[in-house]
């Protein structure tokens, strides 16, 4: 469930502070979001600009609310008996590696507590600090939207060089990722580019697990509210022939494949 960000001790602030992170909203015992029952947290703030993004309303830097990093802790450390072994906190967005110092210090903050790290991101930034925030990550769930750079910005407006480059380093310091693909007809649907993409990733020993993930209109909604035009509102969510395709092809190349 969703946690309403007026029941959290919430700062009042104008500009960005060190000890607070800008966050759209916080999910409670979430299940799709890396392993095991999560605490979700959803940064604001991306730069990316999906053609399909699900949530723009989490798209503007300087929206959502600046929220204690130690009241965040706390709250997850109040959750902690429902996380398990698996289970833990994820950050995703938005993109939180816009907030990648921040991040560092919220998620050696949960290790001091036992509590494990997961970041949900596009990979859109990776210099110093990003490669800090990765050594105290858990888990990464990285989002490869397109291996076709030409494709990749006219799907999201950016380059793919530094997401490819992100999964590279990940890959080099041996600590786990999952991968996720979105499957959007007419755009992610090319049989020679998921072969591509599958080939690119087919030898990382860090990949514990491909997602793929459907796109759906449920997004469609908040689109409208902000009176944005969504330019994928004819499109259909994938057939299930385009769904079997696409994990036959992943299966080629991946032990543990999973259509969502």
Sequence with gaps: MYFPLQEIEAAKLNVDDPQHLRIHSLETFGTHDGPGIRMVIFVQGCQFRCLYCQNPDTLNVKGGTMVEIDELVKRAVRQKTYFGKEGGVT?????????????????????????????????????????????????????????????????????????????????????????????????????????????????????????????????????????????LKDTPSPSDELKQMTFSIFNKYFDNVILK
Excluded at 195 to 218: A, C, D, M
């Design 91 to 231: 950050v995703s967005g938005g993109e939180p590696l816009l907030q990648r110092s921040k991040l560092t210090t919220f998620f050696k903050a949960l290790h001091e507590q036992d509590i494990n790290t997961c970041l949900d991101t596009n990979g859109r930034l990776n210099n110093k600090e990003v490669h800090e925030l990765l050594e105290h990550t858990d888990l990464v769930l990285l989002d490869v939207k397109h291996i076709n750079d030409a494709i990749h910005h006219k799907l999201t407006g950016l380059t793919n060089r530094n997401t490819l480059a992100l999964a590279e380093y990940r890959e080099s310091t041996g600590k786990p990722m999952w991968l996720r693909y979105v499957l959007v007809p007419g755009w992610t649907d090319q049989e020679e580019y998921i072969e591509e993409w599958g080939r690119t990733f087919t030898n990382y020993k860090s990949v514990e697990r491909v997602e793929i993930i459907p796109f759906h209109q449920l997004g469609l909604h908040k689109w409208e509210l902000l009176k944005m035009d969504y330019p």
